[in-house]
């Protein structure tokens, strides 16, 4: 088999398995539908072959990836993270004097967005800042798609 012609069907069902579900998908119909794209056959024994190997070879390094990112997570997990005077969990600093921090109160998180200032050394809270329960963040997490959406469309008026 040609270079060239490998390189055709390799590109072919990588893509069909990309784009495909792969409950759904077997290596027939991957076989099927790159033949009808490629118009060969691909049934015959030196092509179907090679389309085993390429499809036993992408989903070894999906599989691969998959467990990368789950390492990749657990690591992010116990990275350390940053702890302020009072406890409280610094997530991320939007600015010098803004930071997100994860605390307790009364037993429960909370997630705070806050403005600091600094006083005798010690960064202290000011009232400027929302602290949210919870429920509070978990509606607010699934509503920032519809906050990028209403940015942008702003900003297009804007410019």
């Known amino acids: 088999m040609e270079t060239e012609t490998q390189r055709k069907i390799d590109e072919t069902v990588r893509r069909i398995l990309e784009e495909s579900d792969m409950d759904q998908v077997t290596e ?5 539908q790159a033949s009808q794209e490629l118009g060969l056959d691909l049934n015959k ?3 179907k072959a090679f389309v085993k190997q390429v499809v036993e070879s992408f989903l070894d ?13 657990g690591e992010e ?3 350390e993270r940053e702890v302020d005077e009072n406890g ?9 004097k803004r930071k997100v921090t994860v605390q307790e109160f009364k037993g ?3 997630v705070s967005l806050r403005e600091f200032f600094t006083k005798e050394g010690k960064e202290l809270p000011t009232s400027k800042g929302i ?7 978990s509606v607010f997490k699934k509503n920032v798609p519809a906050i990028e959406k209403a940015i942008q ?4 008026r804007i410019n």
Not at 65 to 73: I, R, S, T, V
Not at 131 to 137: H, I, V
Not at 153 to 156: A, L, N, W
């Open 28 to 32: 027939s119909k991957i076989r099927k």
């Open 45 to 47: 024994p030196p092509f």
């Open 61 to 73: 390094e999906q599989q691969r990836k998959h467990e990368e990112a789950e390492e990749a997570e």
């Open 77 to 79: 997990g116990k990275q």
């Open 88 to 96: 409280d969990i610094v997530i991320c600093r939007l600015s010098h």
């Open 108 to 110: 429960k998180p909370l």
């Open 131 to 137: 602290s949210l329960t919870e429920e509070q963040w």
């Open 153 to 156: 469309k702003m900003e297009s």
